[in-house]
């Protein structure tokens, strides 16, 4: 007898296939938990690179303004989702280690601009590079194709919002 003369073979199936797919989602949330301890190890290593006092709220702080350039407080704080007293707080460790310096807004004279210290800027950079470089070597050791494929299913977990 055929599946489709099988309602209850076809009712199995579906059970294998659920269960197949539920230990294969399992191990991706594994490997996403790896990867994230990975990455939150990376951070900290990063961040003692550019000074070892820094935290990973700081290290934060430097990832946006080295991207943005300077910007207020207030909008580090809304980035960040942190209340403005604990930015206040962290914009003046980072401050008083040389990474960052405050000036007035000149759009806004109530108002601070946080900007990267040249220090941490070259500091930062050499973090990244470093990070590029790692991250180069391991992909180079895979297929073409391999790396197309990672990208592309990349793009499609993100693209689906998680």
């Known amino acids: 007898m055929d599946a489709l003369a099988d309602p209850l073979a076809v009712t199995e199936r579906a059970g294998t296939d659920d269960a197949v797919m539920s230990s294969l989602i399992d191990e991706v949330e594994h490997q996403f938990a790896t990867m994230f301890v990975n990455a939150r190890n990376s951070i900290r290593s990063r961040a003692a690179a550019i000074h070892p006092e820094l935290h990973p709220l700081g290290f934060r702080v430097l990832t946006i303004l080295s991207r943005s350039g300077a910007r207020q407080q207030g909008a580090l704080a809304e980035e960040t989702e942190v209340d403005k007293a604990m930015m206040s707080r962290t914009i003046k460790q980072l401050e008083a280690l040389g990474l960052v310096e405050r000036s007035i807004d000149p759009n806004d004279g109530r108002a601070l601009l946080v900007a990267m210290t040249d ?5 930062f950079d050499a973090t990244l590079a470093n990070a590029r470089r790692v991250l180069h070597d ?3 050791e895979w297929e073409p194709g391999e790396v197309r494929r990672f990208t592309d299913l990349l793009a499609k977990l993100n693209d ?3």
Do not use: F, Q, V
Not at 119 to 123: C, E, G, S, T, V
């Open 119 to 123: 220090l941490a800027r070259a500091r």
């Open 138 to 140: 391991r992909l180079a």
């Open 160 to 162: 689906s919002g998680i």
